[in-house]
């Protein structure tokens, strides 16, 4: 379906709720056990399983503009290296010299025509073959094929720098995507502006994780910020395999009775959300800008930390537009941290309590239920990309 029918497609969905005060819904309400966000046998089998041995979006294609540019950053305890080589492709190597272990690199951005370990001086080109070390007619016998940067599957689509943060693993990203990669590809993301990044601590990560998934919350927790944009409690669900797509109406919506269809210009009515399973969220908010969130679980049940991207679709050159880049990053800043992340500090501060023996998902939040499905079918599967069906 072509990106204009579609959103007319949506927009007539989302009218039909504004309507009759509905909302896209499951079939019934789902159970999910307390157990499941505090148990740290399970955290911590989940984190190995989801975040380990499945396909992560770990950065922006953007954010290696040119052959030689690199980004150094550590992802639950693994420290990497994601580079662009001087052909073009994007690879990701762990951030450990092979002599070692030494971090070749500071955690940052830049360009490098090689890595040099600051411990030993072994060398590195940005493809990740040992080059030439330090003192090499004495240390001994030493190759490239054994000893060159340990290399991790990584693939470029859709914008997103995709890895696999397991030795030794690989995936199809296309395979992984499915019908979701031309949902992704609608945003064109790597044409758009990196105006700031930045990492905001959180609650437990499916704590963090649902406050992306519904807009049951919007009239009360965001009433300030993006529910003064949105409608509450109405929400059109889509899937494709593991990831999902969400899509808010905006209050503008109730003025499109009143115009000819010829005339809707349907994409300022509606806000579509993203979501790649396990835990990337993409979403359109306000005029020409983007955020891109991605929620990586902490070292402990009750702990994440959100690298929050905040995308314009140029480069804010006027007053006016800086103004209104800048402002947007404020208001989903304050948004997560101060709205959602807040009131899931006392979520997480009362699961052991003992007043919850388990959470009762609602039908209203489809999407809630199809992420607490599609992690219990991952853990009873096996294979490294495919959940259990």
């Given at each position: 379906?072509?990106?204009?029918?579609?959103s007319?497609?949506?927009?007539?969905?989302?009218?039909?709720?504004?309507?009759?005060?509905?909302?896209?819904?499951?079939?019934?309400?789902?159970?999910?056990?307390?157990?499941?966000y505090?148990?740290?046998?399970?955290?911590?089998?989940?984190?190995?399983?989801?975040?380990?041995?499945?396909?992560?979006?770990?950065?922006?294609?953007?954010?290696?503009?040119?052959?030689?540019?690199?980004?150094?950053?550590?992802?639950?305890?693994?420290?990497?290296?994601?580079?662009?080589?001087?052909?073009?492709?994007?690879?990701?190597?762990?951030?450990?010299?092979?002599?070692?272990?030494?971090?070749?690199c500071?955690?940052?951005?830049?360009?490098?025509?090689?890595?040099?370990?600051?411990?030993?001086?072994?060398?590195y080109?940005?493809?990740?073959?040992?080059?030439?070390?330090?003192?090499?007619?004495?240390?001994?016998?030493?190759?490239?094929?054994?000893?060159?940067?340990?290399?991790?599957?990584?693939?470029?689509?859709?914008?997103?720098?995709?890895?696999?943060?397991?030795?030794g693993?690989?995936?199809?990203?296309?395979?992984?995507?499915?019908?979701?990669?031309?949902?992704?590809?609608?945003?064109?993301?790597?044409?758009?502006?990196?105006?700031?990044?930045?990492?905001?601590?959180?609650?437990?990560?499916?704590?963090?994780?649902?406050?992306?998934?519904?807009?049951?919350?919007?009239?009360?927790?965001?009433?300030?910020?993006?529910?003064?944009?949105?409608?509450?409690?109405?929400?059109l669900?889509?899937?494709?395999?593991?990831?999902?797509?969400?899509?808010?109406?905006?209050?503008?919506?109730?003025?499109?009775?009143?115009?000819?269809?010829?005339?809707?210009?349907?994409?300022?009515?509606?806000?579509?959300?993203h979501?790649?399973f396990?835990?990337?969220?993409?979403?359109?908010?306000?005029?020409?800008?983007?955020?891109?969130?991605?929620v990586?679980?902490?070292?402990?049940?009750?702990?994440?930390?959100t690298?929050?991207?905040?995308?314009?679709a140029?480069?804010?050159?006027?007053?006016?537009?800086?103004q209104?880049?800048?402002?947007?990053?404020?208001?989903?800043?304050?948004?997560?941290?101060?709205?959602d992340?807040?009131?899931?500090?006392?979520?997480?501060?009362?699961?052991?309590?003992?007043?919850?023996?388990?959470?009762?998902?609602?039908?209203?939040?489809?999407?809630?239920?199809?992420f607490h499905?599609?992690?219990?079918?991952?853990?009873?599967?096996?294979?490294?990309?495919?959940?259990?069906?």
């Amino acid at each position: 379906m072509a990106v204009g029918s579609e959103s007319m497609a949506l927009v007539r969905r989302a009218l039909k709720h504004l309507d009759n005060k509905g909302t896209d819904q499951a079939a019934s309400t789902w159970t999910q056990p307390i157990e499941s966000y505090i148990d740290p046998d399970q955290y911590n089998r989940e984190v190995e399983r989801l975040f380990k041995h499945l396909p992560l979006a770990l950065a922006l294609s953007l954010e290696l503009p040119e052959p030689k540019s690199y980004k150094a950053m550590t992802v639950m305890q693994t420290p990497l290296i994601l580079v662009r080589g001087a052909d073009g492709v994007a690879r990701a190597f762990l951030n450990a010299c092979r002599h070692r272990g030494a971090q070749l690199c500071k955690h940052g951005a830049g360009t490098a025509e090689r890595f040099v370990c600051p411990y030993h001086a072994w060398q590195y080109d940005i493809q990740g073959k040992l080059t030439g070390l330090y003192g090499a007619s004495t240390f001994g016998e030493v190759s490239a094929e054994t000893h060159s940067l340990t290399e991790l599957a990584c693939a470029e689509r859709a914008g997103l720098i995709w890895v696999m943060l397991t030795p030794g693993e690989s995936f199809q990203v296309g395979d992984w995507l499915g019908d979701f990669s031309t949902q992704l590809d609608t945003l064109n993301l790597d044409g758009w502006y990196l105006y700031d990044q930045r990492d905001i601590p959180g609650p437990g990560w499916k704590v963090a994780w649902e406050g992306y998934l519904e807009s049951y919350h919007h009239n009360t927790v965001h009433v300030n910020t993006v529910g003064k944009f949105t409608i509450g409690n109405l929400t059109l669900h889509d899937t494709y395999g593991p990831h999902q797509r969400i899509v808010f109406g905006r209050r503008s919506l109730s003025e499109l009775p009143n115009q000819p269809e010829a005339q809707w210009e349907p994409e300022q009515h509606i806000r579509r959300i993203h979501l790649g399973f396990p835990n990337l969220a993409i979403s359109g908010v306000l005029g020409d800008h983007c955020l891109v969130s991605q929620v990586f679980p902490g070292p402990t049940p009750e702990t994440t930390v959100t690298r929050q991207s905040v995308l314009a679709a140029k480069r804010p050159v006027t007053e006016a537009e800086k103004q209104a880049t800048e402002a947007f990053s404020q208001i989903v800043l304050q948004a997560v941290r101060d709205e959602d992340y807040a009131i899931g500090a006392g979520v997480q501060a009362g699961l052991k309590s003992g007043a919850n023996q388990a959470f009762t998902i609602g039908r209203n939040e489809p999407a809630v239920q199809h992420f607490h499905k599609t992690v219990a079918s991952f853990m009873a599967s096996s294979d490294v990309t495919t959940p259990c069906v």
